[in-house]
């Protein structure tokens, strides 16, 4: 059965870093799609970046370029979000995402099926 675990979430001070981690179980991460949204309380849920891990192209949205870096351990099979210059607003709980079926590069939440079971991102000092 294939599916997605997260870690490396926790607490931090606005400035610091944090990395953290998607592993993949039952199928390898190759010629996918894979997504990392995060979900703040009383807020949608919002993509903020992605991996096509056929050629490992990476992609982010405004609020989080030049701060987050997406990238793949093929050894591991996992995708790592490197998240540094963090902010009070990047507080939410982080997921990665995939779906089998997504050949196209897509922020929407909607467009994947697997999803793992998120990991809390907390930035306060």
């Known amino acids: 059965q294939a599916q997605l675990v997260e870690s490396g979430g926790g607490l931090v001070q606005p400035g610091g870093s944090l990395r953290l981690s998607c592993a993949a179980s039952g199928f390898t991460l190759n010629y996918y799609v894979i997504l990392w949204f995060r979900q703040a309380p009383g807020k949608e849920r919002e993509g903020v970046s992605l991996?096509?891990?056929?050629?490992?192209?990476?992609y982010y949205v405004d609020s989080v370029k030049g701060r987050f870096t997406i990238s793949r351990d093929k050894g591991k099979n996992t995708v790592n979000l490197q998240m540094n210059k963090l902010k009070p607003e990047d507080t939410a709980v982080y997921y990665c995402?995939?779906?089998?079926?997504?050949?196209?590069?897509?922020?929407?939440?909607?467009?994947?099926?697997?999803w793992g079971q998120g990991t809390q991102v907390t930035v306060s000092s």
């Open positions: 991996i096509v891990t056929s050629d490992d192209s990476a």
């Open positions: 995402a995939t779906d089998p079926r997504l050949r196209y590069r897509s922020f929407d939440t909607n467009d994947y099926e697997i």
